[in-house]
């Protein structure tokens, strides 16, 4: 695996290896010393063309907790406000010797023309592009659900403790709201039906993108009927992207007290739901539009979790990446939390 750019591209063999060593690395994460040597010396170059918290945040923890080196590029204030291209940005890292590239950016296809154009030599990791695809993203809520649902017998082939070996047979995940401009929609679900997953996605009519009916995925415009009948085993809920919607939020439905009252997720909806079905939202939430507080904070949610879990996604992407193929690459083993840190089969030294 030379670049993570979509996850229509993973291999079930590929995805599954990524999970299992995101539960490997979140092992490590429980002890006193969370650092490893894996990616020592290495470079990692935090990218980012729009406006991010969460996920710089989440990369940026990973790489370091790793020992890779990180640099963070913001656009604003930097040459590209004063009308750098893509081209000139990539060459400027390349001249820094930038091992990995993590890029997140406005127009959706641009981390692939960053790692095919011939612009620098890196691996190149997806953070979110336009209204495409954000593949670690996808990752860490297929990670979350095999954690919480490996042992309610909803189908999955449990090879270890947190699901590690199993796919997501059998599971079912309706995804709610604005799919139309969610690259965390599109990216969902070519990965969870990679994994064997079954997905619906329930959004208004004017939510959903055209050529819709050609996804590996069912389409409904009615939430209550979908969670009561079809009775899904995770309900992930979208942001409502107000400032991807030209023309404000009348331009797509009528008004956000409307939206809530047919695709918010309330309490009312929430005890339709089977006993062991969990609730999901990328961040940020919209508290009152697309998911109510009572949803938000109750005990089915692990909204908070997929943050956590996220680092551990990302440090298992970095590696993968950075020491060799998916196929090839063997994370470091967890150890006691009195141990010191493993030692990866690329490097040797003790964790700093």
């Known amino acids: 695996m030379r670049h993570l750019l979509s996850t229509a591209d993973l291999a079930k063999d590929e995805a599954i290896e ?37 996920t710089r945040i989440s990369f940026e923890t990973a790489a370091k907790r790793l020992s890779a080196d990180v640099i963070n590029f913001s656009a604003k204030g930097s040459s590209v406000s004063k009308g750098e291209s893509l081209k000139d940005t990539a060459l400027t890292l390349h001249a820094m010797g930038a091992d990995a590239v993590v890029v997140r950016h406005w127009a959706s296809g641009a981390p692939y023309q960053l790692a095919h154009a011939g612009w620098l030599d890196a691996a190149v990791l997806n953070a979110g592009d336009g209204t495409h695809m954000h593949p670690t993203q996808a990752l860490l809520d297929a990670y979350t659900i095999r954690r919480h649902l490996g042992g309610h017998g909803v189908g999955l082939r449990r090879g270890g403790d947190d699901g590690v070996g199993a796919d997501l047979a059998g599971v079912k995940v309706a995804i ?70 030209s023309g404000g939020a009348g331009a797509f439905f009528p008004s956000p007290l409307e939206y809530t009252r047919y695709f918010g997720l309330d309490g009312r909806r929430l005890a339709l739901l089977p006993a062991h079905s969990i609730v999901m939202h990328p961040g940020p939430m919209n508290r009152g539009l697309e998911i109510s507080a009572e949803a938000a904070d109750s005990e089915r949610a692990v909204i908070v979790e997929q943050v956590a879990n996220g680092v551990a996604v990302r440090m298992a992407s970095l590696y993968l990446l950075l020491s060799g193929t998916a196929s090839s690459a063997s994370a470091p083993a967890p150890a006691p939390a009195s141990a010191p840190a493993p030692v990866s ?8």
Not at 194 to 203: C, D, I, N, Q
Not at 345 to 352: H, I, K, N, R, S
């Open 18 to 54: 990524l999970l299992d060593t995101a539960a490997q690395m979140a092992a490590t994460q429980s002890r006193e010393i969370k650092k490893l040597p894996t990616l020592r010396g290495r470079t990692v170059v935090n990218l980012f063309f729009e406006d991010s918290t969460r």
């Open 176 to 245: 709610v709201g604005d799919v139309l401009h969610s690259r965390v929609a599109r990216a969902n679900v070519w990965l969870l039906r990679t994994l064997g997953a079954e997905v619906t996605l329930v959004s208004p009519p004017t939510l959903l993108p055209v050529g819709v009916e050609t996804w590996p995925c069912r389409t409904s415009y009615d939430l209550d009927a979908t969670l009561a009948d079809w009775q899904p085993d995770a309900v992930m809920m979208l942001r409502v992207q107000r400032e991807r919607m």
């Open 345 to 352: 089969p690329a490097t040797e030294g003790t964790a700093l």
